[in-house]
Nanobody, 127 residues
Framework: QVQLVSSGGGLVQAGGSLRLSCAAS????????MAWFRRTPGEEREFVAA????????YYADSVKGRFTISRGSAKNTVYLQMNSLKPEDAAVYYC????????????????????WGQGTQVTVSS
């Protein structure tokens, strides 16, 4: 069974940094894109960043542009999210996701595009 396992969340002071990791366990798979989303209680899941696997193009939500960096790892199906200058409003559960071509076609910003999701990792930012 293929799973995405995310890690790296934690508690950090405002202005600090965290690096989230996401890796596939089980069989590796072909990927069109991988992404990070986040969700706070009572809110919809929100797009954070994505990377296209073939070209390496990156996409960011306006709220994190210039502070967060998404990158691919050297191992297949591995993605990172470097988060700098964290703000209290960045606090959320962060989910990684992969597009294996089994979801709904569409924008990399849309959650329906991604057909496999990690379990989430909590990020808490104290002011």
């Amino acid at each position: 069974q293929v799973q995405l396992v995310s890690s790296g969340g934690g508690l950090v002071q405002a202005g600090g940094s965290l690096r989230l990791s996401c890796a596939a366990s089980g069989r590796t798979f072909s990927t069109y894109a991988m992404a990070w989303f986040r969700r706070t209680p009572g809110e919809e899941r929100e797009f954070v960043a994505a990377i296209s696997w073939s070209a390496g193009s990156t996409y960011y939500a306006d709220s994190v542009k210039g502070r967060f960096t998404i990158s691919r790892g050297s191992a297949k199906n591995t993605v990172y999210l470097q988060m700098n200058s964290l703000k209290p409003e960045d606090a959320a559960v962060y989910y990684c996701a992969a597009d294996r071509g089994l979801g709904t076609s569409g924008s990399v910003y849309a959650s329906l595009r991604y057909d496999i999701w990690g379990q989430g990792t909590q990020v808490t930012v104290s002011s």
